[in-house]
């Protein structure tokens, strides 16, 4: 995606949180070819959701929830973390070395920013953002 293009995107993401007009932003990214060691790594996947909340400025609300659980396809870890603006959620898919991630917030933050941290932590060879939408038109 273009820079300026998506900067200018977000700015009218932030003018419309700025205003009331919208609840929170929703973004949601699929993370392809992920270093396999990375995503079965619970002391990994605790100390990302940190690393993402401290870079977006996102106050962590209670501990950060991993299950390891699936077979086959499914197998990985399924996290959730409450934020006080909201939660992010991910699962790691270990069969596909894949990681799609959901980030939810009141708050503005800079959708390419986290796609751009997400594809680093991973070590992925391409990040998609699926979707990223405002949401709860007052």
Same mark, same amino acid.
């Given at each position: 995606?273009?820079?300026?293009?998506? !900067?200018?995107?977000?700015?009218?993401?932030?003018? +419309?949180?700025?205003? &009331? @007009? =919208?609840? +929170?932003?929703?973004? !949601?990214?699929? /993370?392809?070819?992920? @270093? %396999?060691? #990375?995503? *079965?790594?619970?002391? =990994? /996947?605790? +100390?990302?959701?940190? #690393?993402?909340?401290?870079? $977006?400025?996102?106050? #962590?609300? +209670?501990?950060?929830r991993?299950?390891?659980? &699936?077979?086959? @396809?499914?197998?990985?870890?399924?996290?959730?973390?409450?934020?006080?603006?909201?939660?992010?959620?991910?699962?790691?898919?270990e069969?596909?070395?894949?990681?799609?991630?959901? $980030? =939810?917030?009141?708050? &503005?933050? @800079? %959708?390419? =920013? $986290?796609?751009?941290?997400?594809?680093?932590?991973?070590?992925?060879?391409?990040?998609?953002? !699926?979707?990223?939408?405002? #949401?709860?038109? *007052?």
């Amino acid at each position: 995606m273009d820079e300026s293009l998506a !900067s200018s995107a977000f700015d009218v993401v932030q003018h +419309g949180l700025d205003i &009331g @007009e =919208f609840w +929170g932003l929703s973004l !949601s990214l699929d /993370l392809h070819d992920c @270093e %396999p060691s #990375r995503l *079965r790594d619970s002391e =990994f /996947l605790q +100390g990302f959701v940190m #690393r993402l909340c401290d870079a $977006i400025g996102m106050k #962590r609300y +209670g501990p950060t929830r991993l299950a390891h659980f &699936g077979s086959g @396809e499914t197998l990985g870890y399924s996290m959730v973390q409450l934020i006080e603006t909201s939660c992010i959620t991910g699962h790691f898919a270990e069969a596909s070395n894949s990681a799609y991630l959901d $980030i =939810f917030s009141c708050a &503005g933050y @800079e %959708p390419m =920013f $986290i796609a751009n941290f997400c594809k680093q932590e991973f070590a992925a060879s391409d990040c998609v953002i !699926s979707s990223c939408a405002l #949401r709860g038109r *007052r």
